[in-house]
T-cell receptor
Framework: DTEVTQTPKHLVMGMTNKKSLKCEQHMGHRAMYWYKQKAKKPPELMFVYSYEKLSINESVPSRFSPECPNSSLLNLHLHALQPEDSALYLC????????????FGQGTRLTVV | QQQVKQSPQSLIVQKGGISIINCAYENTAFDYFPWYQQFPGKGPALLIAIRPDVSEKKEGRFTISFNKSAKQFSLHIMDSQPGDSATYFCPRTSGSARQLTFGSGTQLTVLP
């Protein structure tokens, strides 16, 4: 199984809502990532988890809150988002941080209204 | 941090033609040079990668070549097909966690 599964695929939320994005992998990878991608732009790193511990937070606003409950799961909790947060949110995993081979999920298309 | 300079930013090729995308880097302190392919609305996927001690690697119609003296590696797509139309990235591992960092990418369009 070389898949990274993200749910939901699409999400529309109001600015006062609280929602969560979920990501799952069963490849035994110890590094997991959240990226944000706007249209026609490259993916931008948000968070890095290594061995279930947050190792990188790329100055992401606190309205985005990551969580790594176990080595297979990664969540991104969303609260009080702004319309400019609308984007494709990608989860990825790799055997370890520093690996050039990362596996990406299909992403969650988030629209904030 | 390692800078990624990719060219061209966009490329239009006729079906059956050769697509060439280049990626320049600043130093050789890396163990793996990957190319990723991303279709609209999908996540990037590793396409092909090369180690710096290898000058060329071929997988089907895709060839990656490494030019250490020019500090550049390139992706060649032979017999380009409309299904190859996608954005191609040559990300680097950089930063304190050596995380994958993406440059602007090259948008390839293969005309039928």
């Amino acid at each position: 199984d070389t898949e990274v599964t993200q749910t939901p695929k699409h999400l529309v939320m109001g600015m006062t809502n609280k929602k969560s994005l979920k990501c799952e992998q069963h490849m035994g990878h110890r590094a997991m990532y959240w990226y944000k991608q706007k249209a026609k732009k490259p993916p931008e790193l948000m968070f890095v988890y290594s061995y279930e511990k947050l190792s990188i937070n790329e100055s992401v606003p606190s309205r985005f809150s990551p969580e790594c409950p176990n080595s297979s799961l990664l969540n991104l909790h969303l609260h009080a988002l702004q319309p400019e947060d609308s984007a494709l949110y990608l989860c990825a995993s790799s055997k370890y941080t520093g690996s050039a081979e990362a596996f990406f999920g299909q992403g969650t298309r988030l629209t904030v209204v | 941090q390692q800078q990624v300079k990719q060219s061209p930013q966009s490329l239009i090729v006729q079906k059956g033609g050769i697509s060439i995308i280049n990626c320049a880097y600043e130093n050789t302190a890396f163990d793996y040079f990957p190319w990723y392919q991303q279709f609209p609305g999908k996540g990037p996927a590793l396409l092909i990668a090369i180690r710096p001690d290898v000058s060329e690697k071929k997988e089907g119609r895709f060839t990656i070549s490494f030019n250490k003296s020019a500090k550049q590696f390139s992706l060649h797509i032979m017999d380009s097909q409309p299904g190859d139309s996608a954005t191609y990235f040559c990300p680097r591992t950089s930063g304190s966690a050596r995380q994958l960092t993406f440059g602007s990418g090259t948008q390839l369009t293969v005309l039928p």
